[in-house]
Nanobody, 115 residues
Framework: QVQLVESGGGLVQPGGSLRLSCAAS????????MGWDHQAPGKERELVAS???????NYQDSVKGRFTISRDNAKNTVYLQMNSLRPEDTAVYYC?????????WGQGTQVTVSS
């Protein structure tokens, strides 16, 4: 069983910053990709950012230049530095892990951007 625990969400003003963290534990042999999805109420879950074991990064177009994903392989931890936050970034953010067996998601952490 793989466990993913997210932290770092909260309420922030437009233009502010948050840093999300996700630690993976459990039955992990080899992690191919770690990343973040988000989902707003009534909307589909979508990719925010991902990073492979080798460091290849993919971002959703709307967050390019504002968010930075990073990974600490030794700690099985992925981070998302979120700057210049906008109200449309408001969503539940889910940590995502991909191994050869498929995908796993954490329980999510709420990010709310509001004045």
């Amino acid at each position: 069983q793989v466990q993913l625990v997210e932290s770092g969400g909260g309420l922030v003003q437009p233009g502010g910053s948050l840093r999300l963290s996700c630690a993976a534990s459990g039955s992990i042999l080899s992690i191919n990709v770690m990343g973040w999805d988000h989902q707003a109420p009534g909307k589909e879950r979508e990719l925010v950012a991902s990073i492979t074991r080798g460091g290849t990064i993919n971002y959703q177009d709307s967050v390019k230049g504002r968010f930075t994903i990073s990974r600490d392989n030794a700690k099985n931890t992925v981070y998302l530095q979120m700057n210049s936050l906008r109200p449309e970034d408001t969503a539940v953010y889910y940590c995502k892990l991909r191994t050869a067996l498929g995908y796993s998601w954490g329980q999510g952490t709420q990010v709310t951007v509001s004045s």
